[in-house]
């Protein structure tokens, strides 16, 4: 079945690094869009960037441009979240997401399988 499986969160210093995995199974990441969204204590889900499967468009939600970078590796069935000059205010569960397509410009809307999440957290 469609599975999809978050790794890489954890606990890092403002300023610091982090690089978000989402592994692909029961499909192939040929066709599919695959998002990040976020989630923190109290707060609504947010979308945080999208890639798309075939042109590899990528969008991005505005607090985190310039910081944060999306990828994919087809040949592994994954799709990775590279984020630097990490912020207290990122701190969050951070899932990843998929639907069949392009991200669009609706990118942050319309998926149909989720992962369990990862936590990520900023603090020094």
């Known amino acids: 079945q469609v599975q999809l499986v978050e790794s890489g969160g954890g606990l890092v210093q403002p300023g610091g690094s982090l690089r978000l995995s989402c592994a692909a199974s029961?499909?192939?990441?040929?066709?599919?869009?695959i998002g990040w969204f976020r989630q923190a204590p109290g707060k609504e889900r947010e979308g945080v960037s999208c890639?798309?499967?075939?042109?590899?468009?990528?969008y991005y939600v505005g607090s985190v441009k310039g910081r944060f970078t999306i990828s994919r590796d087809n040949a592994k069935n994954t799709v990775y979240l590279q984020m630097n000059s990490l912020k207290p205010e990122d701190t969050a569960v951070y899932y990843c997401?998929?639907?069949?397509?392009?991200?669009?410009?609706?990118?942050?809307?319309?998926?149909?399988?989720w992962g369990q999440g990862t936590q990520v957290t900023v603090s020094s």
């Open positions: 029961g499909f192939t990441l040929d066709y599919y869009a």
């Open positions: 997401a998929t639907k069949y397509g392009p991200c669009g410009s609706m990118w942050y809307r319309g998926y149909n399988y």
């Open positions: 890639i798309s499967p075939s042109n590899a468009n990528t």
